[in-house]
């Protein structure tokens, strides 16, 4: 049995407070899709409000934890921009588990436990049948290689998206062996702004302050033409 820590009740709210957002701005509520679902603390609210979930989590200890919850489609396999096999890393605190070298290490040093190891696939999103009105992402510092392999399904939807960005920064960085890697963890936000995308975080008060929420201009256009027309 897992229990639930502090963490995952400021995830909850965090959660609620996303909802809100995309309520405001976007308010489509056919499908949402939970990435680093964990053990559904973001999924359990999701439900309350889209008619769907997909959830992806390549922890197959918390699958039954996912499963248990009604209209949510379990996929037990971590997102990125490949199709491969990978290590996957595994804490006692099961929040920072993650499939990236870098994040181990530094967990293992923050926290002072070292991390099981096994195997896991991962897949691009693209590579799956969706319609999502708001994507969720905390994989625990790769969230940018989940976003390049999502780029098409981002393009079309333009869902709003929900970023956690714990793992960065000079504290982080240290663990990357090479340059590219740090060039491309420091890339996650230009990509969804790129394509679009403005950051609105500052208007919902999340507690975790590693929380980003993201909303497409064109959403934003909306509501503005709306509240003219009104």
Request: aromatic share 8%; charged share 25%; hydrophobic share 35%.
């Amino acid at each position: 049995m897992t229990l639930l820590t502090p963490i995952d009740a400021v995830a909850q709210q965090d959660a609620v407070k996303a909802i809100n957002l995309h309520k405001q701005y976007h308010g489509g509520n056919r499908q949402a899709i939970d990435i680093g679902a964990n053990i559904g603390n973001y999924s359990k609210q999701f439900i309350k409000y889209f008619d769907s979930v997909i959830a992806f989590e390549p922890n197959k200890d918390h699958n039954t934890i996912l499963e248990s919850i009604e209209n949510v489609t379990v996929h037990n396999v971590a997102l990125s921009n490949v199709n491969e096999q990978v290590d996957y890393y595994k804490f006692e605190m099961h929040s920072v588990n993650s499939i990236s070298l870098p994040t181990a290490k530094w967990h293992e040093t923050k926290y002072g436990q070292k991390p099981e190891s096994e195997t896991v696939f991962t897949k691009c999103l693209d590579a799956f049948d969706t319609q999502p009105d708001l994507i969720k992402i905390d994989v625990e510092g790769l969230q940018h290689k989940v976003i390049q392999g999502a780029i098409n399904t981002i393009k079309q939807h333009k869902p709003t998206m929900i970023i956690d960005s714990e793992v960065t920064g000079p504290k982080y960085l240290k663990f990357v062996e090479t340059e590219k890697e740090a060039d491309d963890k420091m890339d996650d936000f230009s990509l969804l702004f790129d394509l679009g995308y403005v950051n609105m975080t500052e208007q919902i008060n999340v507690n975790k302050k590693s929380t980003d929420c993201f909303v497409h201009t064109s959403r934003i256009a909306e509501i503005l033409v709306n509240s003219f027309d009104g």
